[in-house]
C-alpha cells in the first residue's frame, strides 16, 4: 500500500511540475518575439527593415526585392521619408509631406482613406464555431448601424430566430431558404465570415463557402436576403473566407482554396484574383496584411520563419521577397537544457483545453544524467535498496528537473 502510494504521489508530482516549472521560468524571464518590422518603400523601391536589438536599439536598414540586405543603414528620420505611407503624420508635422510620390496625389485624407491592416490566426480558425450565428441589417431604417435583432442557424435550411422571443421568423426563413436553393448553395457551410458589431460605417453581411467549395456574398436588405454567388473556374474550391469592412471599399475580403493559396475578393465585380505570396495554411499560419496606396505588404508566418511578400495595389505585380527563419532567444534555449519537455493546457494556436506535451527537448539529457548521479548518491546515504536506487536514477534521466524534485523530497 506504501509503495502505491508512493508511486501515485511521484507520478503527480511529476506531472504537476511539467506544467508549472516551465510556466514559472517564462514568467520570470519572458521571451521577446524578435520579429522586426518591414515596410516596402514607393521612392528607393526597396524594403525598408526596422529591427530591434537588445544592444544597438533599434537597426533600420535596406534589403533589395530578391530578399538580400543592400548595405543601407538609415536612421529614424530617413526611415519616415521612405515611407510616407506609414510616418505621414510625422512628415506632416515637420512639413516634409511631399505634394506627389511617382506621380500620385497624396494626403494625410488620401493616405487614411486607403491604408487598411487585416490579421488571421490559426486560433480564429481552430475552434468549434457556434450552431447559431448572429446576422445585421445592411440597410437599417435610420443611418447607423444597429445591433443584431436576430440569430439564424443553417442544416438543410436557414432558420432566423428572433433573440427577444426566442421564436422562430417563418417569412424571413423562408425568403432566405428559397434564395439559397435557388443559387446552388449545398450545405452544410465550409467556412462563414461576418464582422457582427455596430461599430463600423457599413455592413457586408456574410462571405460563406459551401460543402462543394463555391463562395457566395449573403447579407440582409431591409429585412430581404441578397446573395451573390461568386464566379470562380471550377479548379478553385473555397476553404476558408475573411470578410473585410474597410474605408477602401474595392476588396469585399480574402479567400483560400483547397491548395493553400490565398485570393482577393474585388467588390467591383466580384473578381477573385490570386496574391503572390506563395502558399498559406490558415490553421497553422499567421497572416498579416498592411495594404496602403502603393503596396500591399504581407507577412506569413509558420512558426518556424516569417516571409513578406510585396506587389503593387493597383496591378498587384510583385514588388519584393524577404525572409528570416526564427531563431531561438537565449532564454528559450537554455529552457531546452532546463526542460525535457513542457505540458501545457491552452495553446495559442486554438481555443480548446486539453493536455498536450510540447516542446520535447534531448538537450536536457545532460541534467537529466546530472541530477540522476545526485539521486543515486542521496539514496545510499538514506541506505535505499539497489533496486530502488535504480528505478529514481532510471526516472530522473527521462523525467529531468520534473522527477528529481519528489524523488529527493519524498522519502521512502
Known amino acids: 500500500m506504501k509503495k502505491a502510494y508512493l508511486i501515485v504521489l511521484t507520478a503527480l508530482s511529476i506531472i504537476i511540475l511539467s506544467w508549472f516549472l516551465p510556466w514559472l521560468y517564462s514568467l520570470v524571464f519572458p521571451a521577446s518575439g524578435n520579429d522586426p518590422f518591414v515596410a516596402y518603400s514607393p521612392i528607393s523601391n526597396e524594403f525598408i527593415v526596422s529591427q530591434t536589438g537588445e544592444e544597438k536599439g533599434v537597426r533600420i536598414f535596406g534589403v533589395d526585392s530578391l530578399g538580400h540586405a543592400t548595405g543601407k543603414e538609415y536612421t529614424k528620420e530617413d526611415r519616415d521619408s521612405l515611407l510616407p505611407q506609414i510616418y ?46 448572429l446576422i445585421m441589417e445592411s440597410m437599417p431604417e435610420r443611418f447607423e448601424l444597429e445591433d443584431p435583432k436576430e440569430v439564424f442557424r443553417m442544416n438543410d435550411k436557414i432558420e432566423f430566430i428572433d433573440i427577444e422571443t426566442n421564436t422562430v421568423n417563418q417569412n424571413r426563413s423562408r425568403r ?23 461599430r463600423k460605417a457599413y455592413d457586408e453581411g456574410y462571405l460563406m463557402v459551401d460543402t462543394e467549395g463555391d463562395i457566395y456574398h449573403v447579407k440582409m436588405q431591409a429585412g430581404r436576403p441578397y446573395m451573390v454567388k461568386v464566379r470562380k473556374p471550377d479548379s478553385i474550391k473555397g476553404a ?9 471599399t474595392r476588396h469585399l475580403g480574402l479567400v483560400t482554396d483547397e491548395n493553400d ?12 484574383v490570386k496574391l503572390p505570396i506563395g502558399k498559406f495554411h490558415p490553421s497553422t499560419d499567421r497572416l498579416t496584411v498592411v495594404k496602403n496606396i502603393f503596396n500591399w505588404v504581407v507577412k506569413v508566418n509558420d512558426g518556424k520563419s516569417s516571409r513578406w511578400v510585396a506587389f503593387d495595389s493597383d496591378s498587384y505585380r510583385p514588388l519584393g521577397y524577404y525572409s528570416i527563419t526564427t531563431t531561438k532567444s537565449a532564454v528559450e534555449t537554455t529552457a531546452d537544457y532546463l526542460f525535457p519537455f513542457r505540458l501545457s493546457f491552452t495553446d495559442v494556436s486554438d481555443c480548446f483545453a486539453r493536455p498536450r506535451i510540447e516542446d520535447i527537448s534531448w538537450h536536457a539529457i545532460w541534467i537529466g544524467i546530472i541530477l540522476a548521479l545526485v539521486t543515486v548518491i542521496i539514496g545510499r546515504r538514506r541506505k535505499l535498496s539497489t533496486k530502488q536506487i535504480t528505478i529514481n536514477g532510471i526516472v530522473t534521466v527521462v523525467f529531468g528537473i520534473f522527477a528529481f524534485i519528489p524523488v529527493i523530497c519524498i522519502k521512502n
Open 261 to 272: 493559396n490565398l485570393y482577393a475578393l474585388e467588390h467591383e465585380g466580384y473578381r477573385l
Open 240 to 248: 476558408h473566407v475573411f470578410i473585410m469592412e474597410n474605408m477602401d
Open 88 to 133: 505621414f503624420t510625422q512628415l506632416l508635422a515637420h512639413d516634409k509631406l511631399p505634394d506627389s510620390i511617382n506621380g500620385v496625389e497624396i494626403s494625410m485624407p488620401i493616405f487614411k482613406h486607403s491604408q487598411w491592416v487585416f490579421n488571421s490566426t490559426p486560433r480564429d480558425i481552430n475552434k468549434n464555431l457556434a450552431d447559431v450565428y
Open 176 to 198: 432566405f431558404t428559397d434564395i439559397f436553393t435557388d443559387r446552388g448553395f449545398k450545405y452544410p457551410a465550409r467556412s462563414m465570415s461576418a464582422n457582427i458589431t455596430s
